[in-house]
């Protein structure tokens, strides 16, 4: 209970840090659009395409959120700890002592942990979501799973999008839409491409 409470105590003082929030926030929305826009091409490469494969589909879409959410995590988590590392130098510098093993310092790695933990979770996120009508409908019918997956992918955008200008103080529904129509255009883009090779 003791330990509970110590770890709920650093859980609420990494929360308070002013940077925490705005850095959880820029690195699961620039996460979450990277991985959407990759599940868009994933579509047109599989679900669109002449002969569609659901096993295909399915396989490709978890595997590649998967391996983005271990990438984004790991590179996230060695930036997290080199930027630790340095405030908390530039902190026993000022203090004039070391930090090892304080209160501090497990703020700090728990920290590290939870940014890592959400920027991972993102790509997943975003996966799960497109996957479900592919899911759902089965091999019956993967062009209506694909026009599905395709409008939850732009809903994902234009719901982090609104949420972007809501906090950004600007207006939420046209910065969501600013960035549905993005999806939409390099959908088009990368359709026409597909169509070409």
């Known amino acids: 209970m003791v330990n509970d409470d110590g770890f709920m105590s650093r859980m609420r003082a990494v929360l308070d840090e002013p940077g925490t929030g705005p850095t959880l926030r820029r690195f699961f929305v620039n996460t979450i659009f990277d991985s ?47 930027e630790q590392a340095i405030k908390m130098k530039d902190m026993e510098r000022a203090m004039l002592t070391s930090l090892e093993d304080t ?65 950004g103080e600007r207006n939420p529904l046209a910065q969501g839409a600013r960035m549905a129509v993005a999806g939409i255009g390099a959908f088009i883009v990368c359709y026409w491409i597909e169509s070409l090779l």
């Open 103 to 167: 209160h501090i310092s497990k703020v700090s790695r728990l920290t590290i942990i939870l940014i890592s933990a959400v920027n991972f979770t993102a790509p997943i996120i975003a996966g799960a979501i497109t996957l479900a009508p592919f899911l759902l409908v089965g091999s019956e019918d993967i062009r209506t799973a694909a026009y599905v997956s395709l409008a939850l992918a732009i809903a994902i955008l234009f719901v982090v999008g609104a949420v972007m200008g809501r906090a």
């Open 36 to 82: 959407t826009f990759v599940i868009l091409g994933i579509l047109i490469a599989s679900a669109f395409s002449s002969e569609p494969n659901l096993r295909l589909v399915i396989v490709t879409i978890t595997t590649s959120s998967v391996a983005l959410g271990i990438s984004t995590g790991i590179s996230v988590f060695e930036a997290e700890t080199m």
